[in-house]
Each structure stands twice: as C-alpha cells, then as structure tokens.
C-alpha cells in the first residue's frame, strides 16, 4: 500500500539522491536547477515552516519513492508553486505523478491558495505531458524566476475544475495511460455539467488518502 507523509530529517538524503539522479538523467545537472540548491540536502529544514510542505511518499516496504512539495508565491496574488515533483524510477509507469499532483493541489487549496504554479524545462517532456494532462496552462516565463534554468512555466486555478482530484477514487496502480485515461474521462463529464467549487470532491470519489 503506498503510503504519503511529510518529510523527515532521515528522508533528506534519499530524496536529494532522487532528485539528483532525474534531472541528471535529463541532463540537467546544470547551474540554474535545483541540481546546484544548497539545500537540496537538507528539505526538511526548508519545508514545514512558513507555510511550505514536502510530503513523501513510500512503497510497501515502507521505502521513499519519491515526493512533492508546495510554497507561497511571493510575486503572485493567492498562488503556490508545486515543486519538486520527482519518482524514483521503478516507481515510474503506476500513474503515481497524478497521484501526488492531486495531493498537492489539495493541500494548497486547504491552504488558501486558489492559484498552483510550477517551473519545469523543455528536457522534462514527460513530466510537461502530465501538467498538461492534470489541466495545467503555459504562461510567459515571469520576470521573478530564480532557477535561471527553467524555459517553461504553468499555471491552474484551483478554485474552478480540478482534473487531477480523479485520483481520489484511486486512480494509483491504473498505470499512467489507464490514470490519464480516467482524469480526462471525468473532467469531460464535469466540464459538460458544472464547475466545482473551492473544497468541494467529483460526486462519487472516494476520500482516499488525503483523510
């Protein structure tokens, strides 16, 4: 069963290892990424304070896997950033990406925001695929951003449809083709009758693992 929770000072190494191994895979172990943060080896200082979250997630064996963060955007009104959005690769293919997509955007809109943004670069065309995919829109790059790297930029009401809150009914073990698959079949059915409001879930999900 996979498990969620917020990171620890034990899980800094391992994500910092996940974080390294995917954006050198993607060559981009490159100045102007996170590759280069002084605090990529220690999140849990940075996160759990000031509003900013990192959850992790773990798989039967109770292993970190991977993770996702969120923190305020100082240079946009009622907006967090999703950042850090990265799986160990054997836990790649299960539709997890949407899963923690679906976490975070819960976690802000409890928090408030009514806005998600996030910085990602051309090389990442999967995790581009799977923005889109969870409803997120391309805007110009904004003058304030600090990872001087990143050439693409996203942003998604929270407030209006959430096509990625599908994953409350379980989408996780769907494989990423099955969890689109279903992301994009209810968000049809939603568009065409309503939109959903701040807190509110797609009739007929389930609370799965955000209770």
């Known amino acids: 069963m996979i498990e969620y929770r917020e990171i620890t000072k034990a899980d800094d190494a391992v994500i910092a290892g996940i974080i390294r191994d995917n954006l050198k895979k993607y060559r981009l172990d490159i100045p102007g990424t996170v ?19 990192y959850f992790v997630i773990e798989d039967d064996q109770g292993k970190v896997i991977g993770g996702i963060g969120f923190a305020k955007v100082d240079f946009m009104n009622e907006t967090a950033e999703l950042q850090k959005l990265y799986l160990d690769d054997r836990a790649k293919g299960a539709g997890l990406g949407y899963e923690l997509i679906a976490l975070v955007e819960k976690e802000m809109s409890d928090a408030g925001y009514k806005y998600s943004y996030l910085e990602t670069h051309d090389n990442l065309n999967v995790a581009i695929h799977l923005y889109e995919k969870c409803g997120y829109i391309e805007i110009d790059r904004p003058a304030e951003v600090v990872h001087s790297a990143m050439n693409r930029f996203f942003r998604k009401a929270l407030g209006a449809i959430l096509a990625s809150a599908v994953l409350l009914s379980g989408c996780a073990g769907m494989g990423e083709k099955g969890a689109a698959e279903n992301a994009n079949e209810t ?24 209770e």
């Open 35 to 53: 590759y280069f943060d002084e605090g990529l080896d220690h999140l849990s200082d940075h996160y759990g304070v000031n509003g900013r979250k």
């Open 187 to 210: 968000l049809a059915d939603v568009q065409e009758n309503s939109v959903i409001e701040d807190g509110q879930r797609l009739q007929g999900c389930e609370p799965g693992v955000w």
